[in-house]
C-alpha cells in the first residue's frame, strides 16, 4: 500500500477480502478497481459517485471529499 501511495494512487476500498495473505509472511493488497490516481490530469474513476465498502470507509470518502493514502490506512487498520 505504501508503494502505491508513493505512486500517487489511492485504493479506497481497503477491506479484509482485498488483502491476500500467506500464513504470516506476506500480504499482498488486490482490486484496485476503485483506485484514485492523484497525478493531475489522470483520473482511473470519476468522482462525485460514492464508492467503496461503507464499513471500511474513511469519513471524508464516504462524504465524496478529496482522499488521499490516510483513508486507505484506516481501511487497513479496520481489516485487520
Same mark, same amino acid.
Given at each position: 500500500?505504501?508503494?502505491a501511495h508513493?505512486q #500517487?494512487?489511492?485504493?479506497?476500498?481497503?477491506?479484509?477480502?482485498?488483502?491476500l495473505?500467506?500464513?504470516?509472511?506476506?500480504?499482498?493488497?488486490?482490486?484496485? #478497481?476503485?483506485a484514485?490516481?492523484?497525478?493531475?490530469?489522470?483520473q482511473?474513476?470519476?468522482?462525485?459517485?460514492?464508492?467503496?465498502?461503507?464499513?471500511?470507509?474513511?469519513?471524508?470518502q464516504?462524504q465524496?471529499?478529496?482522499?488521499?493514502g490516510?483513508?486507505?490506512?484506516?481501511?487497513?487498520?479496520?481489516?485487520?
Amino acid at each position: 500500500m505504501g508503494y502505491a501511495h508513493r505512486q #500517487g494512487v489511492v485504493h479506497r476500498d481497503v477491506k479484509p477480502s482485498n488483502i491476500l495473505r500467506a500464513e504470516d509472511t506476506w500480504a499482498l493488497l488486490t482490486d484496485f #478497481g476503485l483506485a484514485k490516481i492523484r497525478t493531475p490530469g489522470r483520473q482511473l474513476t470519476r468522482s462525485g459517485i460514492g464508492m467503496g465498502t461503507p464499513d471500511y470507509m474513511a469519513p471524508e470518502q464516504a462524504q465524496d471529499l478529496p482522499v488521499d493514502g490516510r483513508g486507505d490506512d484506516i481501511g487497513f487498520r479496520c481489516a485487520r
